[in-house]
């Protein structure tokens, strides 16, 4: 029922930025728990930051005062704007959706270079 696209990565050089985008289709966006993770080649998915249906928000603190969590409830989307990026960024990112269950988007690799 929920289908989730994420947009935005691409190269950037240490000290840049980018703003990633996730964008749902499905009646249950703007009621759901929103929330953005990473993957690392070799490395477990982690939680990087989440957003409540009211815009209640939480971060992981590798990425507190750097990185800022958003939604549009009217375009079915929710943001990832991330400032100051340092090569441990790397990753794909990964967008989650939870209502009862987790739905997961493809994800959208981001490299962050020396």
């Known amino acids: 029922q929920v289908q989730l696209v994420e947009s935005g990565g691409g190269l950037v050089q240490a000290g840049g930025s980018l703003r990633l985008s996730c964008a749902a289709s499905?009646?249950?966006?703007?009621?759901?728990?929103m929330g953005w993770y990473r993957q690392a080649p070799g490395k477990e998915r982690e939680l990087v930051a989440t957003?409540?249906?009211?815009?209640?928000?939480n971060y992981v603190d590798s990425v507190k005062g750097r990185f800022t969590i958003s939604r549009d409830n009217a375009k079915n989307t929710v943001y990832l704007q991330m400032n100051s990026l340092k090569p441990e960024d790397t990753a794909v990112y990964y967008c989650?959706?939870?209502?009862?269950?987790?739905?997961w988007g493809r994800g959208t690799q981001v490299t962050v270079s020396s």
């Open positions: 989650k959706l939870h209502k009862f269950i987790d739905y």
């Open positions: 499905g009646s249950i966006f703007r009621i759901s728990f």
């Open positions: 957003i409540s249906s009211v815009g209640t928000t």
